[in-house]
C-alpha cells in the first residue's frame, strides 16, 4: 500500500522509532507544503492513504474532489476544521484520528521559554555577547508580576502552576461557567473581561480554536493592556482578530509580544510584520515539535493506517464513509 506523508517540515518522519512499523508499506514523504489543490491532488494520486501533520496542509472539498485513489486520511493531532468530512464522506474517504489527546505539556514549556526569553531579553543578550557587547539590558523578573490565563484547560492550568511556583499571581479569564474552577484552582477571575485585559502583565492564550472563538481577542481587547505587558500566544494565530496584534504592538499596548502561531504557515523568507518588530519574539510554530509528542501523535496515525491495511478500521470519525463502501 503506498502512503503518503505531508509536510514533514524538521524531516524527522522517517528518524521516529513508529516510522519502522510501516516497513511493509510503500511511504512517500514530502518536505514542503503545497497550497494550491490541483498540486496537491497530483502529489497524492496513486497513494491509497494520506498522514496530515496537525493543519499543516488543508483538505477541503475543492481538494477532495481531485482525488482518485486516496482511501483513508489518518490526521494527527485534535483539530479537525481543515478537513471537509462532507467531501470526504461523499467519496468514501475515511477520516481517522484519536478521539482523545493528551495535554500538551510540551506546548505548556514553550509558553514559559518565551516568556522567560521576552522579559530576560535573551535573543538580543545572546547576539550582543556574541559582537562582543556584556550585560546591555536589564529584564524583568517574576516575582510579584500578575500572570493572565485565557481558559484555564489542561495547557493553561500547567503554565499557571507554573506562575505560581515564581511567585506570581494568577488570574484567569473564560467564560462565566468556568468561574468556579477557577476559584476552585486557587486563583482570581475578575468581574469584567476589561478588567482582566488592563490588569495582567502577563498574557497567555490557551483557547481551543474553533468557528466560535476566531477573533475572540480584539482589538478593543489589546488598547486595554499596559504598555509594559507581554502577551504570548503558542495556541493558534486566529484566536485574535486579524491585523489586531500588529497594530496594537505599534501602539505600544502591549508593549511586547511572542509568537509561536501565523494565520498562514509556514512563514517562508522571512516575510511576516511580526518578524521585522524588535519587540517581538517569533518561534516557527515549536509547541508540539518534540520527539515524544511527534512519536505519539505519528504513532495513533499509524494505528490508524495499519488498523486500515488490516480491514479493521480504528479512530473513524466519519462511520458514514465505511456504510458508503
Not at 103 to 120: D, H, M, Q, Y
Not at 206 to 222: C, K, P, Q, S, Y
Not at 304 to 322: D, K, T, W
Amino acid at each position: 500500500m503506498k502512503i503518503v506523508v505531508l509536510d514533514d517540515w524538521a524531516k524527522e518522519f522517517r528518524k521516529l522509532k513508529c516510522f519502522s512499523r510501516l516497513k511493509d508499506h510503500e511511504v512517500v514523504v514530502y518536505h514542503d507544503t503545497e497550497k494550491d489543490p490541483a498540486k496537491l491532488a497530483a502529489r497524492l494520486n496513486g497513494a491509497e492513504v494520506v498522514l496530515l501533520t496537525q493543519e499543516r496542509s488543508a483538505f477541503p472539498r475543492a481538494l477532495v474532489e481531485k482525488l482518485t485513489t486516496i482511501k483513508l486520511v489518518a490526521q494527527t493531532g485534535s483539530h479537525r476544521h481543515h478537513i471537509d468530512f462532507d467531501a470526504c464522506t461523499e467519496k468514501s474517504i475515511i477520516v481517522a484520528a484519536p478521539t482523545r489527546i493528551g495535554v500538551g505539556v510540551s506546548t505548556a514549556e514553550l509558553t514559559w521559554a518565551l516568556i522567560l526569553a521576552s522579559l530576560r531579553n535573551l535573543p538580543h543578550e545572546v547576539e550582543q555577547l556574541k559582537k562582543g557587547a556584556w550585560q546591555t539590558t536589564i529584564g524583568t523578573g517574576l516575582r510579584s508580576q500578575i500572570l493572565g490565563i485565557y481558559a484555564l484547560g489542561g495547557i493553561g492550568g500547567l503554565v499557571a502552576q507554573v506562575g505560581k511556583a515564581f511567585g506570581m499571581k494568577v488570574m484567569c479569564w473564560g467564560r462565566e461557567a468556568s468561574r468556579a474552577k477557577i476559584v476552585a484552582a486557587g486563583y482570581e477571575m475578575p468581574a469584567t473581561r476589561e478588567e482582566f485585559f488592563s490588569t495582567v502583565d502577563i498574557l497567555s492564550l490557551h483557547i481551543f480554536a474553533n468557528r466560535e472563538t476566531r477573533g475572540i481577542i480584539t482589538a478593543a481587547d489589546l488598547a486595554c493592556m499596559k504598555p509594559t505587558a507581554l502577551l504570548v500566544n503558542t495556541s493558534r494565530a486566529r484566536l485574535i482578530q486579524e491585523g489586531a496584534l500588529v497594530a496594537a504592538l505599534k501602539q505600544g499596548r502591549p508593549g511586547r509580544a511572542a509568537v509561536d502561531v501565523y494565520e498562514e504557515e509556514p512563514i517562508l523568507n522571512g516575510d511576516h510584520p511580526l518578524l521585522k518588530m524588535p519587540n517581538v519574539i517569533c518561534t516557527p510554530h515549536l509547541g508540539y515539535a518534540v520527539t515524544n509528542t511527534f512519536e505519539g501523535m505519528h504513532g495513533t496515525a499509524i494505528d490508524s493506517i495499519l488498523g486500515y491495511a488490516s480491514g479493521s478500521p480504528v479512530n473513524v470519525l466519519n462511520p458514514e464513509a465505511l456504510r458508503k463502501k
